[in-house]
Structures are given as C-alpha cells and as structure tokens.
C-alpha cells in the first residue's frame, strides 16, 4: 500500500506524541512564525478544518511525516480558529499545505494528496 503503511514513521504518530505544532492563535503563529521564518528549516504549515473529511484522513499521514523529517517543523492551523492566518495565505480549500523556506512559500498542495506531499517534502529538504 506504499511507503506510508510500511515506514517505522507511521508508528511514531500513534504513541499520542505528535511532532506537529498546533496553532491556536494569532499570537502563537506570530511567535512561531519570527521563530522560524528567518531560518533555512523547511516549514510545512497545515491549514485544515475540524469538520474536513479529507483533513480527517490524511492527518496520521502527516502526522508520521512530522515525526520522520525532523529536518523541518510542522504545523497545524484550524481555519475556523484563526481565519486572519488562513486569509494572509490566501487558502481557499481544505487541506491546503503550505511550504516555506526562509520565510518565502516554495510550494503549496492543495488536497489530501499524501503522495505529493511527501515528495515535495523530500525535495526541500535536500535542496
């Protein structure tokens, strides 16, 4: 079934530790943001809704991401909790990953796509 189901990573999220930063305020992104923006660490942001069937379903992927790159930092930002985030990243669908480098974007996955996502982890990581 691919790399997810058999990689040691897809364990590690379900011990109840997550490697994922959950955002729950403007002033917790502000923090994390001035923390991290002006690094070369890979950002991979999470914008998705409690609500989101395909949010739902691809969160123990990322999750399992989180833990296996530990060469980036993740996020997770609930849209209806702070919206002013999700509108200063122009995000219009559910799930939309945002990734930055240096605090520029340098690529975006909108949907549950797992696959890609992954891979365009991999490329940024590497670069």
Not at 17 to 41: F, L
Not at 46 to 51: K, N, P, R, T, V
Not at 71 to 94: L, T
Not at 100 to 127: N, W
Request: charged share 20%; with cysteine.
């Amino acid at each position: 079934m691919g790399s997810f189901f058999s990689s040691p990573a897809a364990y590690a999220a379900d011990d109840g530790v997550s490697a994922v930063i959950a955002v729950h305020s403007v002033g917790e992104w502000t923090q994390n943001w001035e923390s991290h923006s002006q690094t070369n660490k890979l950002m991979v942001i999470d914008f998705s809704a409690s609500w989101c069937g395909p949010c739902r379903f691809v969160e123990p992927a990322f999750k399992a991401m989180a833990a296996q790159y530990s060469d980036a930092v993740f996020f997770k930002i609930d849209v209806d909790e702070i919206p002013e985030v999700s509108k200063q990243w122009k995000v219009q669908a559910m799930p939309t990953f945002v990734l930055v480098k240096g605090g520029q974007e340098v690529g975006r996955i909108v949907g549950a796509k797992k696959d890609e996502l992954e891979k365009r982890i991999q490329e940024q990581i590497s670069t």
